[in-house]
Each structure stands twice: as structure tokens, then as C-alpha cells.
T-cell receptor, first 111, second 115 residues
Framework: GNSVTQMEGPVTLSEEAFLTINCTYTATGYPSLFWYVQYPGEGLQLLLKATKADDKGSNKGFEATYRKETTSFHLEKGSVQVSDSAVYFCALGESQGNLIFGKGTKLSVKP | DTGVSQNPRHKITKRGQNVTFRCDPISEHNRLYWYRQTLGQGPEFLTYFQNEAQLEKSRLLSDRFSAERPKGSFSTLEIQRTEQGDSAMYLC?????????????FGPGTRLTVL
């Protein structure tokens, strides 16, 4: 079946550092890919998405590129802020619409 | 747009009791999903509805679990004869259609603790 693997955390960075959170997937066909974020005390919210190979999703300075050849969708940000501290989930959209999530990566950004 | 709401936010129960959770999706969304999230894990799909029809159930959804969505509006998730292993966060999400490309909007979740 389909699955998502993302790097385990926690990840601790200093403000303005570069962020990469790795995500790879296993799927039949070409699913849509998502990054969701969960800020402390809040619900999951969509950060960005890509629906086909070579698409780049971007939002709030975060980017991820759908790489079919490496089955990856790594999340990057050039300069993190304290307000980016959250748990990040990589997810895959199945054909019926439900999502398959990775385990999540907790990011802490220190001032 | 008031977002997806879930009630209660927290539920503590004793093993063997029945519990019911409610989810109110965004009003124009016809798809509604239930997920379960345990500590340190990502959400796991349980079931989904298109309007009032329950179209898919995960193998995670044992016979003790039942979900309904009467009239295609709010949904309820009932767990009968709760077990300690049922302790988790139960998340509801809704989307405009069943397209795998559509954003799902999540509620804040109901945290269940089974003693």
C-alpha cells in the first residue's frame, strides 16, 4: 500500500538557519503530495501542496518540489523564524481523497 | 466560514464505556473524513463520507466503531466498549469534493483518554 516516510525529529535550529525536512513516499501511480503544519495548541493546516511531478509548492517562505525520480517531497525554508516552531507532516493523497501521513517532524527554532 | 468544529474537545472515560464524538464540517463541504492520531504518530485514516454515504472504512475501524452522517451535515463517531488502546486524538476533516488534490480542513480534534 501507499506510505510516507519523513525524517524523525526533533529538529532544533537557530533563527535564520536553513531548514530541510526530508520526505519520501511509496505509491502506485502519481499521487498528490502535501505538507501540513500543526502549531502548538492548534489544528492541522495545509502549508503547501503539489499535484504532479516537478510541481513546486510554496507558501510562507517554505518550498517543496515533487520529485518523481526520487519519490521525494522535501520541505525547505531558507531562513526559519521562531514562529515556525511546529510539527510538520508530509502527506500523500490517495485516489479516494483520504490522506496518508508521515509520523511528523517537530521543529523548534531558538532565538 | 467558521471552520471545522469538534465536540467535546476532551473526553475521559472508563474502559468498557461507550463514547460519542461530534464533528461539524464547513457547511458547503460534502466530504467528511475521520482520522485517529496517537502520540508521536501522524494521523491515520479511519473512514469518510460523501454527503450522507459512508464510502470507505479503514481496517483500523473495528466493529466497536461506528460513524454516521445523517442528512450529510454533521457526523458522529461512536466507540462502544472502549479499550485503553482507543486512547488517542480523533480528528475530523472536510473538503469540498473527493478530489485527491483538494485541501482538507481539519478540526481541533477530540482527545480521548480511556482509564
Amino acid at each position: 500500500g501507499n506510505s510516507v516516510t519523513q525524517m524523525e525529529g526533533p529538529v532544533t535550529l537557530s533563527e535564520e538557519a536553513f531548514l530541510t525536512i526530508n520526505c519520501t513516499y511509496t505509491a502506485t501511480g502519481y499521487p498528490s503530495l502535501f505538507w501540513y503544519v500543526q502549531y502548538p495548541g492548534e489544528g492541522l493546516q495545509l502549508l503547501l501542496k503539489a499535484t504532479k511531478a516537478d510541481d513546486k509548492g510554496s507558501n510562507k517562505g517554505f518550498e517543496a518540489t515533487y520529485r518523481k525520480e526520487t519519490t521525494s517531497f522535501h520541505l525547505e525554508k531558507g531562513s526559519v523564524q521562531v514562529s515556525d516552531s511546529a510539527v510538520y507532516f508530509c502527506a500523500l493523497g490517495e485516489s479516494q481523497g483520504n490522506l496518508i501521513f508521515g509520523k511528523g517532524t517537530k521543529l523548534s527554532v531558538k532565538p | 466560514d467558521t471552520g471545522v468544529s469538534q465536540n467535546p474537545r476532551h473526553k475521559i472515560t472508563k474502559r468498557g464505556q461507550n463514547v460519542t464524538f461530534r464533528c461539524d464540517p464547513i457547511s458547503e463541504h460534502n466530504r467528511l473524513y475521520w482520522y485517529r492520531q496517537t502520540l508521536g504518530q501522524g494521523p491515520e485514516f479511519l473512514t469518510y463520507f460523501q454527503n450522507e454515504a459512508q464510502l470507505e472504512k479503514s481496517r483500523l475501524l473495528s466493529d466497536r466503531f461506528s460513524a454516521e452522517r445523517p442528512k450529510g451535515s454533521f457526523s458522529t463517531l461512536e466507540i462502544q466498549r472502549t479499550e485503553q488502546g482507543d486512547s488517542a486524538m480523533y480528528l475530523c476533516a472536510s473538503s469540498r469534493t473527493g478530489s485527491p488534490y483538494n485541501e482538507q480542513f481539519f478540526g481541533p480534534g477530540t482527545r480521548l483518554t480511556v482509564l
